[in-house]
């Protein structure tokens, strides 16, 4: 019998298909030769590395869980396990991945019109267009039926008008996924961002996601041909279920920053010596370590299983929530764990681990609170909903 291997406890490896690992380790790989080495710097410098784009589309990481349009067409669960390997390098290349399929290329391919489709899908699929999603606006975030971003019509053509905020690769975008309120519902826009009267102003000083490129998006009298309306879809529902797309995202992506926390401090404990032994000797510290062991390895069997629901056309929100809840959660509580094997190293940018925990703090909170989370679930095991 094979001695467990304590950076994979329960064998969660052998729960994949081969193209899943394969898909797993080439991320791996990238990360570890592409990212891993200057995460901190970019970090430090928040900056995000533009140049690696290509490489992603390349990768066929782009939109990789859609079909057509030059996308991979791979299963949900291989794209968990690709956010999963993104985010143990930074959660903000996998913000970026995940905003560029789930969120921006994902609404097109599933509401957009042929001609949508054909404009920006290939490109995107490739990295030669990038594109945001534009949703949360100021003091609107968890209520985005209260948006005050509104399209009117004029003729053939719509007037936008209004501003979001927090939006993921904002200043780098050619393409906008903007949604409005219309006089017929809350609709979504495909809109170039060299359209007169947009603008993508940079956020500063952030303490957390400073690798990812995040904007203030403003929409002055815009004007849309009436043909960049999204055709597919009236009211929130529309939005809705592309968050519910990135979530299921991040459910996995989370953990790829608790694994690198974890093993960080696993490495750490094995070297660090105090009163002449390593600390990983001690009983407080083994407590930890198999603390942050338990937590990640429940954690991932719960995303394998989302995973394998997902594929199976068998996954509702709800349960996208539960995974998003339970494992974001889990993921910065492994990180401040983490963080004390560490000690005072713990705070350093050459170590991973404080970078993780304050990505984790933006990850916690965007795309759904834990309150909001909280919510859904709460109204799904009472039938009573709390929102109002």
Not at 8 to 24: F, H, T
Request: charged residues 25%; proline residues 4%; aromatic residues 8%.
């Amino acid at each position: 019998m094979t001695k467990p291997d304590p950076r994979d406890l329960l064998g969660i490896r052998d729960l994949l298909n081969e193209e899943e690992r394969e898909i797993a380790d080439t991320v791996r790989t990238f990360v570890r030769k592409e990212v891993a080495d200057h995460a901190g710097q970019w970090f430090e410098d928040a900056t995000f590395p533009k140049h690696l784009v290509g490489q992603l589309g390349e990768m066929g990481l782009l939109g990789m869980h859609l079909t057509g349009y030059g996308c991979a067409g791979t299963s949900a669960t291989a794209y968990g396990l690709a956010c999963l390997e993104l985010e143990a390098g930074d959660s903000g290349l996998r913000s970026f991945v995940s905003v560029q399929g789930s969120l921006a290329m994902f609404p097109i391919w599933k509401y957009g019109s042929d001609e949508q489709k054909d404009r920006w899908l290939p490109s995107m699929a490739r990295g030669e267009a990038i594109g945001c999603f534009g949703l949360t606006e100021p003091d609107r975030g968890s209520d985005p039926g209260d948006m005050r971003t509104f399209a009117k019509r004029d003729g053939g053509d719509w007037i936008l008008n209004g501003s979001k905020m927090w939006i993921t690769n904002g200043t780098l975008a050619d393409v906008a996924v903007v949604w409005a309120r219309t006089d017929e519902g809350v609709r979504g826009f495909v809109v170039p961002t060299d359209t007169p009267g947009f603008t993508a102003r940079e956020i500063k000083h952030k303490l957390s996601l400073r690798m990812s490129a995040t904007a203030e998006l403003s929409f002055d009298d815009l004007r849309l041909p009436g043909d960049a309306v999204l055709p597919g879809v009236t009211g929130l529902k529309g939005p809705l279920s592309c968050l519910s797309e990135a979530r299921f995202g991040i459910l996995f992506g989370a953990l790829g920053a608790a694994r690198t926390c974890y093993e960080s401090a696993l490495d750490y404990a094995a070297t660090r010596e105090q009163f002449g032994r390593p600390i990983g000797g001690f009983q407080l510290t083994q407590q930890k370590l198999v603390g942050m062991a338990l937590e990640l390895n429940k954690a991932m069997l719960l995303a394998v299983h989302l995973g394998r629901r997902k594929d199976a056309g068998e996954l509702p929100p709800e349960l996208v929530s539960f995974g998003k809840l339970n494992n974001v959660r889990t993921a910065i509580d492994i990180a401040r764990t983490a963080r004390t094997i560490l000690a005072a190293n713990g705070i350093s940018l050459e170590y991973p681990v404080l970078r993780h925990a304050n990505n984790l703090e933006s990850v916690l909170t965007y795309e759904g609170t834990e309150e909001i989370h909280t919510l859904v679930l709460g109204q799904l095991l009472t039938g009573q909903s709390a929102y109002r």
